[in-house]
């Protein structure tokens, strides 16, 4: 188990933690971005309601870092229809009180976007795992 960051940390608030999201995306291979981002927006919330994490299969909203919403573009057929976009919550109370030292939070935000946007390639939890983003 990791130890909590403490509650004196300098922890990012909302808008600081949005800044290290765009950057995780802004870091995502150039030739994947209009496929991966196309018709994607990714929401960073505080943390997930009762009714996402249940969605997700999770109890505590305080252990659902991330969530995908939306059809994978593996799924995509010929005629795929775009509608409203799919969706990345990345929610950062959960994030923040997994890392134990403020200098881990950066990847751990990586970590997290890499993780939802596998999702978002058709990538399911056991694949997520072997290429370690989980």
């Keep these: 188990m990791i130890a909590p960051l403490q509650e004196d940390a300098n922890l ?45 299969g999770i109890r505590n909203p305080m252990h659902l870092l991330g969530m995908y919403t939306g059809v994978p573009f593996t799924q995509w057929g010929r005629g795929h229809f775009t509608g409203p976009p799919d969706v990345i919550r990345i929610y950062r109370l959960p994030i923040l009180a997994e890392v134990s030292r403020p200098e881990d939070i950066r ?3 990586r970590n997290v976007v890499l ?20």
Excluded at 22 to 41: M, S, T
Excluded at 115 to 134: F, I, N, P, S
């Design 107 to 109: 990847e751990k935000v």
């Design 12 to 56: 990012p608030d909302l808008v600081e933690f949005q800044v290290l999201v765009e950057e995780a995306l802004e870091g995502f291979p150039q030739e994947f971005r209009k496929l991966v981002f196309d018709n994607l927006a990714v929401i960073v919330e505080d943390i997930a309601s009762p009714a996402d994490a249940a969605r997700a």
């Design 115 to 134: 993780h939802e946007l596998g999702h978002r390639a058709g990538l399911d939890e056991e694949r997520l795992r072997e290429l370690g983003v989980y």
